[in-house]
Nanobody, 121 residues
Framework: QVQLLESGGGLVQSGGSLRLSCAAS????????MGWYRQAPGKQRELVAD???????KYTDSVKGRFTISIDNDKRTVYLQMNSLKPEDTAVYYC???????????????WGQGTQVTVSS
């Protein structure tokens, strides 16, 4: 059974920092990428950042230069270092794993339960 265990959310003042972690456990065939999405009240879930198992991070424009995603493949853990946080970063942050296997090698997506990040002004 696959589990994604997230940690690191909380309440922080504007300009502060938080570090999110997500540890994946269970049976994966081949993890292609891991990432973070977020969903603010009344808004659609959006990609924040993701990273291939081989590296190559990608960020949404609003977090570039402030957030850093990293991956530890041995631990199957993805991290999101969030600096210079703004009130508009307030959302539930979800961990995501893109797993791929035969025969079609199409993405099978797994999600964490979400962790709340609240940035006060």
């Amino acid at each position: 059974q696959v589990q994604l265990l997230e940690s690191g959310g909380g309440l922080v003042q504007s300009g502060g920092s938080l570090r999110l972690s997500c540890a994946a456990s269970g049976n994966f065939y081949s993890i292609y990428s891991m990432g973070w999405y977020r969903q603010a009240p009344g808004k659609q879930r959006e990609l924040v950042a993701d990273i291939l198992s081989a590296g190559s991070p990608k960020y949404t424009d609003s977090v570039k230069g402030r957030f850093t995603i990293s991956i530890d493949n041995d631990k199957r853990t993805v991290y999101l270092q969030m600096n210079s946080l703004k009130p508009e970063d307030t959302a539930v942050y979800y961990c995501n794993v893109d797993d791929r296997g035969p025969p079609m090698w199409k993405p099978t997506l797994f999600w964490g339960q979400g962790t709340q990040v609240t940035v006060s002004s």
